[in-house]
């Protein structure tokens, strides 16, 4: 199938999925609201800005994405990475590499890729940013990212130790919603809502596919493990562990300013008695 073959294909299943949107909005608005759509012209172009937008983008994840996470989920579980052998070497005893140790880059590309592609998520973007306007600049568009972005990469990191040493994900989840709930008794109320947000957010165009091809690949390369049951719940993790991270970051910022507040009054306090101290010793 040729590239142009390609891009018609994906174009008419895109319109296929975006039709039933576009139905709705419609439907909504002339058979219930009763009235006309403001800049009729400027929707319809954005709709179509939308299917070719998304039809590029669904053509670049099989072409480029998908390939390129599995890929390197098969290089750096390759035994003769591991091992460090070159690359004429015959054979390689399995047995050598099935400790959890030896897949130490793994761990590390499974943290550096989500933190990166988290950063570059335009959906969290849009979230801080708004998230920014609306608390009056009480929440930084900066730190909500890398708070975010810290989780995912967290979370992506430990999931992919799941992947290699074969834990049940149930464990993992369980207990990270346990964390979950005793932060939310405990951290500004202001956060909560956002936090819990900023886990879905993450999970969304960028990070995905890297995320979800990473998952499939260790599974089939990591001796002992099936790519049904061990290469898929990355998504999870990367979903859970930003709650975490947004809410201890809220935690962490207001202990900073519960802690300034008590170092201002101290000094206060402490000026106070510099200048009474005088009148004491005239009388």
């Not at 098969?74 to 390689?92: N, Y």
């Not at 994900?169 to 990270?176: D, E």
Request: net charge neutral; with cysteine; aromatic share 10%.
């Amino acid at each position: 199938m040729t590239l142009i073959s390609e891009i018609f294909a994906t174009t008419m299943e895109t319109i296929t999925d975006v039709l039933p949107i576009v139905a709705i909005i419609f439907g909504f608005q002339f058979a219930v609201i009763r009235k006309p759509i403001p800049n009729f012209q400027r929707t319809v172009i954005g709709f179509i800005y939308v299917i070719l937008g998304l039809s590029l983008f669904l053509l670049g994840l099989e072409k480029c994405l998908f390939p390129i996470g599995r890929l390197m989920a098969e290089q750096l579980t390759d035994p003769l990475f591991i091992v460090g052998a070159d690359a004429s070497t015959e054979s390689i005893d399995i047995a050598q590499v099935t400790d959890w140790r030896d897949y130490g880059w793994v761990y590390l590309f499974a943290f550096m890729i989500g933190l990166s592609t988290t950063i570059a998520e335009p959906s969290l973007i849009a979230v801080a940013i708004k998230a920014n306007e609306v608390s009056g600049g009480a929440i930084g568009v900066w730190g909500l990212r890398i708070a975010v972005a810290l989780g995912v990469a967290i979370g992506i990191a430990l999931g992919s130790y799941r992947i290699v040493v074969g834990h049940p994900i149930h464990y993992y989840i369980i207990a990270g919603y346990v964390v979950v709930v005793v932060q939310t008794w405990v951290a500004p109320k202001l956060i909560i809502p956002l936090a819990y947000d900023s886990g879905g957010v993450t999970t969304s165009t960028v990070t995905v596919p890297l995320v979800a091809a990473l998952g499939l690949g260790l599974a089939e390369t990591v001796p002992g493990r099936s790519p049904l049951i061990d290469g898929f719940g990355l998504i999870a993790f990367a979903s859970l562990f930003p709650i975490m991270s947004v809410m201890a970051y809220a935690q962490l910022s207001e202990a900073r300013t519960f802690l300034a507040k008590k170092k201002k009054q101290r000094q206060k306090a402490k000026d106070s008695d510099i200048q009474e101290e005088p009148k004491t010793n005239s009388v």
